[in-house]
């Protein structure tokens, strides 16, 4: 049977994304994704995975506004992040599963500097290795019923945290830094059922997967802190022909305001929110242990906290392979 692989999660941790969704000038730069290959059954998994979200959108509470529409320090003109993410995952016996994940970031901003004789346009581009994570699950299988799995994990503060400075060399904020300088811990709770796939054959079978996981951010450079996360995500895939299968996800994200701490430039109002995501994508199964995969992520309701970028798609490509 050919190895069934689907979009990783942006990152490590079973079902987590492995970076905080950043806001203001630091702005999103993960994906609310299930991560089915910890369900599998191979003992060592390499995934590589590119991220790419632009957020170009200002919002208000639910509604589509304009740059500026909210009065502030700075107004968000827009946030580009690209996402390399390199992730491995090990399956030891008695159902124990091991994963780290190293992203490789690339971000620019743009935003307009209220000062008080004038406004500056500020752009920069930053890039560097972000935060580690590392991520510990135990999968509890009944016979011939569904699977269970609780995970831990924590992401270290081993990214870059030197700032990148603007084009007319200022220092960027404490939220935009590819590493944030913190100490984070993430847990989370998953099931798993099997059922035959309608109008495929007596062996095609498709997963239904529900994963509740949780995020508490530790403070970290100038004592700034992002918002604490809780992730919904329902999963499954349909086996269309031989090599290809469709993934379709449902993804709900609520993330609580940041705590600026001792950072200067920050603005707590317009941070943390909710959003609820369509998630279909497409996943070819090459040869067996080998894949290659795709999805877009639409958001179909969202609410932010005062006035904030957002991004009107998500998209993730990205290739996985096995070993047995």
Known sequence: MLRRLSVLVLLSFVAFPSLP???????????PLDNPDTHLDSRLLFDVSQLYIDQNQPMV??????????????????????????????RAPQ????GANLPYI?????????DVTEDHYERWNDRGVGDLELSAARTFTAERGPRFRVGLGVKAPTGKQDPALTEEGDPIEASARIGTGAWDVLANLGAEWRFQAPGRGPDARMPLRVTLAGRYNGPGIEEFRHGA???????????????????????YRVRA??????????????????TL?????????????????????LPIYERVNGIQVVAESN????ISRSIY
């Not at 589509?64 to 009065?71: K, R, T």
């Not at 320090?73 to 992730?87: A, G, I, K, P, S």
């Not at 996360?229 to 993804?251: D, G, I, R």
Request: net charge negative.
């Open 21 to 31: 969704a950043l806001a203001g000038c630091g702005s999103e730069c993960s994906c």
């Open 229 to 251: 996360e809780m992730q919904l995500n329902v999963s499954t895939e349909y086996p269309v022909v031989k090599h290809f299968a469709l993934l379709l996800q449902s993804n």
């Open 315 to 318: 998209l993730v490509l990205g």
């Open 106 to 114: 690339h971000r620019t901003h743009e935003h307009i500097h209220h």
């Open 257 to 274: 305001k940041d705590d600026v701490g001792a950072a200067e430039g920050e603005e707590e109002a317009n941070t943390g929110g909710a």
């Open 61 to 90: 509470g639910s509604d589509n506004a304009f740059v500026g529409a909210i009065p502030g320090m700075h107004d968000e003109v827009r946030t580009v992040n690209r996402v390399t993410n390199f992730r491995a995952t090990y």
């Open 95 to 98: 159902g124990w599963v091991f």
């Open 277 to 297: 995501y369509a998630t279909p994508g497409l996943r070819f199964d090459a040869v067996p242990g080998f894949s290659i995969y795709g999805m877009a992520q």
